[in-house]
């Protein structure tokens, strides 16, 4: 398996870059709209074609660039069948997986940050990998505060899924904001001071009602567009608006 682990500083968001080094196919996770030039440019460096992208969720802090790598190169959007997206491709769950060439991403349902939240669960000859989008964060966990968003679900999907997975796997969070890039399962379980470390439900509940967190200030513009896999809407900020073109293949 080929795997890249892709930053975009704005959001602090990680995109992943999975490939099949033997069909030579490859797909991106949780694609940023500001960097697809750069993500296009890793996968064909590495001598890949992209044939999909895929979401953990309907992001507020960032617009996707499914659709727009979809204008460019004809790759197909996948996105968790939950969220019932018009414009994607493939809805994927937990009885319908996503295959690229040998590599399989499993997808687990993990709601709470939102109602429809899945992490991918990637097992190779090297050990398993999750990525937990932001249901499960390095030291940390997403807000539950919107979006269908829940404390006393997202506790659950973690414990009951998430730290139920063998201790030595790999954690690969959708965002970091501190510049940490990669845990794993047990020192999650363990050490996490929202989730970790034996925290009740109770005192994780109270913890998330009490973390005040400001308004997303791309959450009017990004929830709108990415339930249209990127699509911008008429608002879309000057600054934005080339990014938005999408461009028509003949």
């Known amino acids: 398996m080929i ?11 990680y995109t992943y870059l999975i490939g099949c080094p033997d069909s030579r196919d490859a797909l991106l996770v949780d694609p940023v709209l500001e960097t697809f030039e750069r993500d296009l440019d890793a996968v064909r460096s590495l001598g890949l074609r992209l044939a999909w992208t895929l979401e953990t969720h309907i992001h507020a802090d960032h617009l996707t660039s499914a659709l727009k790598l979809k204008s460019l190169v004809d790759c197909r959007i996948a996105a968790p069948a939950l969220d019932g997206l018009g414009c994607a491709d493939l809805g994927v769950a937990e009885d319908s997986p996503l295959t690229v060439g040998s590599v399989t991403l499993q997808p687990l349902f993990t709601p709470g940050h939102t109602d429809a939240h899945h992490a991918y669960l990637i097992e190779s000859r090297d050990g398993g990998r999750v990525l937990t989008g932001d249901a499960l964060l390095i030291d ?11 404390a006393r679900t997202l506790y659950r999907s973690v414990h009951d899924r998430l730290f139920a997975l063998p201790d030595d796997t790999l954690v690969f969070p959708g965002h970091d904001y501190q510049g940490r890039r990669i845990s794993t399962v047990a020192q999650e379980r363990q050490r996490n001071p929202r989730l970790g470390g034996g925290r009740s439900l109770e005192d994780f509940v109270a913890l998330m009602d009490d973390l005040g967190l400001p308004y997303p ?5 990004a929830v709108p567009a990415n339930q249209a896999c990127g699509r911008c809407p008429d608002t879309v900020p000057a600054d934005m608006q080339k990014l938005c073109e999408v461009s028509i293949q003949g």
């Open 3 to 13: 795997f890249r682990q892709l930053f975009e500083p704005d959001s602090s968001t």
């Open 140 to 150: 940390g966990c997403g807000r539950t505060d919107f979006q269908g968003g829940d």
């Open 217 to 221: 200030k791309k959450m009017d513009l």
